[in-house]
Nanobody, 123 residues
């Protein structure tokens, strides 16, 4: 399984970005997938996750109401839509996949990781 995250960039506070995660070697609809981020000098933290069927989603409190997570099964892609971005959202964002259908907020529950895409929010 290989994951490739993309879509990061520089955006003004209040703006939006959509991150993409392309999966190869396994369909995104067969397992739970998640997004994590790591800001400079901080530990990696959970952002969002979605179950294999798409009916269950989890969000970190810091992004709830601003971020959504969804998939395009036909393209085997997963997305993180980020709206109302804040400078504190600046981080390297990673997509990840579990070996199970239910999502998790725990980093150690994810087996496969993408390489990360940088998001910088300027005030």
């Amino acid at each position: 399984v290989q994951l490739q995250a993309s879509g990061g960039g520089l955006v003004w506070a209040g703006g939006s970005l959509r991150l993409s995660c392309a999966a190869s070697g396994r369909t995104v609809s067969s397992v739970a997938t998640g997004w994590f981020r790591q800001a400079p000098g901080k530990e990696r933290e959970f952002v969002a996750a979605i179950s294999s069927g798409g009916s269950t989603t989890y969000f970190a409190d810091s992004v709830k109401g601003r971020f959504t997570v969804f998939r395009d099964n036909a393209k085997n892609m997963m997305y993180l839509q980020m709206n109302s971005l804040k400078p504190e959202d600046t981080a390297l964002y990673y997509c990840a996949q579990r070996d199970y259908t239910l999502p998790s907020r725990a980093e150690y529950d994810y087996t496969y990781w993408g390489q990360g895409t940088q998001v910088t929010v300027s005030s």
